[in-house]
């Protein structure tokens, strides 16, 4: 059985280590998109405790996965991308598909129309990136 302390810290080393998931973002929107992405999968990954290594793998890598697929959407979404009005309801439809792999059935996920109203809050008022994604993040924050 592995020790689950060294499971949290490699998954957050996977996490930290691939730059292309924030690399869109200044420096205090991606601190508070990694800080977001780190606090989930060390919630996940505490989840697979008393699990051996392979079972736990099976168990994680569909959420590890929506989890940086998540990351790299809400980023692209931060930084400017999704400006029209059809790419916004398709990010919202993906965000909120990660959302149900990484959230499964432990928690109720924000309704679109409250996920669209942080969507469309950007274009309406733009602000800054950091804000965005703290809006992002309360958002689901939420839902656990």
Do not use: C
């Not at 020790?3 to 930290?16: G, L, M, P, S, W």
């Not at 009005?85 to 499964?104: C, F, M, N, S, T």
């Amino acid at each position: 059985m592995a020790d689950i302390e060294a499971r949290v810290q490699k998954t957050i080393e996977d996490i930290t280590g691939n730059e292309s998931l924030l690399e869109m973002l200044d420096e205090e929107a991606a601190a508070e998109m990694l800080e977001w992405g780190t606090s989930t999968v060390t919630s996940l990954v505490k989840q697979t405790e008393g699990l051996d290594d392979e079972a736990a793998e099976l168990a994680l890598d569909q959420r590890l996965k929506a989890v940086r697929q998540f990351m790299r959407s809400a980023g692209n979404w931060a930084a400017g991308k999704y400006t029209d009005p059809a790419d916004r309801l398709q990010l919202r439809e993906k965000l909120l598909g990660h959302a149900k792999v990484i959230y499964a059935q432990d928690s109720q996920l924000p309704s679109s129309e409250k996920l669209d109203a942080v969507l469309n809050q950007m274009n309406a008022q733009p602000g800054s990136q950091k804000q965005s994604v703290l809006n992002l993040k309360e958002l689901f924050n939420e839902a656990l």
